[in-house]
């Protein structure tokens, strides 16, 4: 497995903007002709909004600005940081929706099985379970993939107007776009930051903080926003 943290910045930026360019070049006519033949429907289940299905939900930073608006709680750095310097601080590329202490891990704003702000909800929960990137699968190729977690959730029998399946298809393209652009530009700033500051990823003090803090020690994250950090301290749990 490769640990990206380790991947010179400039070759995953590099990365990153073929990705971009890739999407920008994959016709949403393709996919809208994938998404009428899979026939997805929402069973409203709401597995979802729980992490145990789902990982977290990280927010684009319009998103972020909206939830700050709604209840600033419902937000945390996302996990995983990117990066740790070598006195021992953190650094992530953007905010998750926090999730509630209970068995399922839902989200902040999931109610009694539904979605307590979901006129309002945000760009990841109005696309998914669409989606458009590239992963390898079990034999290790690597191809497009349009829906999450298929077979696993909903029901797969509804006639989808063409209209309706090329606007999923726009609005799928346009999320995932504004994903690599956040991924790009948190990239280009920490490597400012850290140059300016005198920084270096050390994985040493990244894996070290991280023992300490799955036994409770907080740590120091700076979560990125709007082109600039937000410094937080994180405790477990
Ligand atoms: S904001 Fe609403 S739709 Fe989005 S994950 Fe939370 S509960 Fe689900
Ligand atoms: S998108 Fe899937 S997991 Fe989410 S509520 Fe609908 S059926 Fe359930």
């Known amino acids: ?21 890739s999407l920008l070049a994959y016709p949403i006519e393709q ?16 597995k979802c909004c729980t992490r145990t299905f789902n990982g977290h939900v990280f927010l684009l930073d319009r998103d972020v600005r909206a939830v700050k608006t709604i209840d600033p709680e419902a937000i945390e750095p996302a996990p995983d940081p990117e ?12 905010y998750a929706l926090r999730a509630k202490a209970d068995d399922a891990g839902s989200c902040w704003f999931l109610e009694n099985g539904k ?41 797969y029998d509804r006639e989808i107007p063409e209209d309706e399946a090329l606007t999923i298809a726009r609005e799928t393209k346009e999320f995932e776009h504004a994903f690599l652009s956040q991924e790009i530009a948190f990239l280009e700033y920490v490597q400012e930051y850290f140059s300016e ?41």
Request: net charge positive.
């Open 1 to 21: 497995m490769i640990i990206l943290s380790l991947v010179p910045i400039p070759f995953r930026i590099s990365a990153l903007t073929q990705e971009q360019n």
């Open 115 to 155: 979605c307590r702000i979901y006129a309002d909800r945000f760009a990841i929960c109005r696309i998914y379970p669409y989606m458009l990137h590239r992963e390898p699968d079990e034999s290790g190729t690597v191809d497009w993939r349009q829906i999450s977690g298929i077979d696993q959730h909903g029901e």
């Open 31 to 46: 996919m809208a002709t994938i998404v009428r033949d899979v026939k997805f429907r929402c069973t409203c289940c709401a």
């Open 197 to 237: 500051h005198r920084l270096r990823h050390v994985q040493k003090v990244y894996d070290d903080r991280m023992r300490a803090f799955s036994k409770g020690i907080p740590i120091r994250v700076m979560a990125y926003f709007d082109g600039r950090f937000e410094e937080h301290i994180v405790r477990k749990g």
């Open 83 to 94: 990066f740790c310097d070598q006195n021992g601080t953190y650094y992530v590329s953007g």
